[in-house]
């Protein structure tokens, strides 16, 4: 499911959408505890509602609203759910004929579970990969940038 943040009236991000981030930013750093009551408010009622919700999960919503206003989707996924091999190559950017030809392979880095003729990988697996995946490709980055620099390429 997917929610554009955006004044219907203008095409940019809300006052309030754009505050938001930096205001619970705010009040975190105020109330590092590990729970918060907050004060839900709805635009056109006086009635509030009170809640408890653990800084962890607030911290999330700061992240989920800092790059939504910056225009960027956002998708929660449970750490133990499964993923189809379309999914996972959408996630890490790839085709899937690629996932399954280079990342799926029976020796390859990524595990999975069949069903069926049907190939299955856990998130949290994905995302382990992911990272280690990126840290491998900022190495080689700047091994290749210190050889330039290395061999005098750098002026």
Same mark, same amino acid.
Request: proline residues 9%.
């Given at each position: 499911m997917t929610h554009e943040l955006r004044d219907p009236d203008h095409n940019e991000p809300t006052s309030a959408w754009a505050d938001a981030p930096a205001t619970l &930013? /705010?009040?975190?750093?105020r109330?590092?505890?590990p729970t918060a009551q907050v004060q839900l408010v709805e635009d056109d009622s006086a009635e509030a509602t009170m809640i408890t919700v653990p800084s962890e999960a607030l911290k999330m919503f700061i992240e989920i609203l800092d790059h939504l206003k910056d225009g960027i989707g956002v998708s929660i996924v449970p750490a133990n759910s499964e993923l189809t091999t379309q999914q996972a190559a959408d996630l890490l950017g790839v085709s899937r004929p690629y996932l399954i030809g280079r990342v799926l392979t029976p020796a390859g880095p990524l595990p999975f579970r069949t069903v069926g003729r049907h190939r299955r990988i856990r998130f949290s697996d994905l995302d382990s990969y992911r990272r280690e995946d990126e840290l491998r490709r900022k190495a &080689? &980055? /700047?091994a290749v940038s210190q050889l330039g620099i290395d061999a005098g390429l750098d002026d």
């Open positions: &930013a /705010d009040f975190l750093r109330h590092p505890t &080689a &980055a /700047d």
